[in-house]
T-cell receptor
């Protein structure tokens, strides 16, 4: 079974631009979560989608948004990029929406904002 | 609020020197405790899920245990390839996952 895939793997943007990241979950998984990982803050939860509906949202500004499509693929968008948005963005999928379900992570997208 | 604290922040071992990593948690209704391994620049790799106090799971040189307040990841006779950051996460009643800051393990040959 193929794992979680994320595209692109690396991205360089300048301040003020916007960016869209993509995530394809493991086949059959309907839950997709997004995380931001930085050396200082560790793994920070952004949001989770299940069956095209946002179920949970972390403490991030409205510049961070996402969506999920009917095939469970998900996209995350960051508008008006700031230097502090430089991070590894990780996507994780799980079969169900419950805390008992294990999340499996993709390789991440490394975003650098100049 | 759910909290996860991992200790130590960093651990340096000689090859073959066994040790344990700690994950302390406070959560409203533990549904699952998860251990991951993360190599630099890569996504976390799933290791174990534990669901109830007293549960133990093993995989090669790793063994995870769970009590009502903490989990331990025991590493027996580690090898240099075990060097990585080990992350602990808990799932509670609100269905999200809270991650600890991780323990950075270095195993010297």
């Amino acid at each position: 079974k193929a794992g979680v895939t994320q595209t692109p793997r690396y991205l360089i943007k300048t301040r003020g631009q916007q960016v869209t990241l993509s995530c394809s979950p493991i086949s059959g998984h309907r839950s997709v979560s997004w995380y931001q990982q930085t050396p200082g803050q560790g793994l920070q939860f952004l949001f989770e989608y299940f069956s095209e509906t946002q179920r949970n949202k972390g403490n991030f500004p409205g510049r961070f948004s996402g969506r999920q499509f009917s095939n469970s693929r998900s996209e995350m968008n960051v508008s008006t990029l700031e230097l502090g948005d430089s991070a590894l963005y990780l996507c994780a999928s799980r079969g169900g929406p419950h805390s008992t379900d294990t999340q499996y992570f993709g390789p991440g997208t490394r975003l650098t904002v100049l | 609020e759910d909290q996860v604290t991992q200790s130590p922040e960093a651990l340096r071992l000689q090859e073959g020197e066994s040790s344990s990593l700690n994950c302390s948690y406070t959560v409203s209704g533990l549904r699952g405790l998860f251990w991951y391994r993360q190599d630099p620049g890569k996504g976390p790799e799933f290791l174990f899920t534990l669901y109830s106090a007293g549960e133990e799971k093993e995989k090669e040189r790793l063994k995870a245990t769970l009590t009502k307040k903490e989990s331990f990841l025991h590493i027996t006779a580690p090898k240099p390839e075990d060097s990585a950051t080990y992350l602990c996460a808990v799932g509670g009643n609100n269905n999200d996952m809270r991650f600890g800051a991780g323990t950075r393990l270095t195993v010297k040959p």
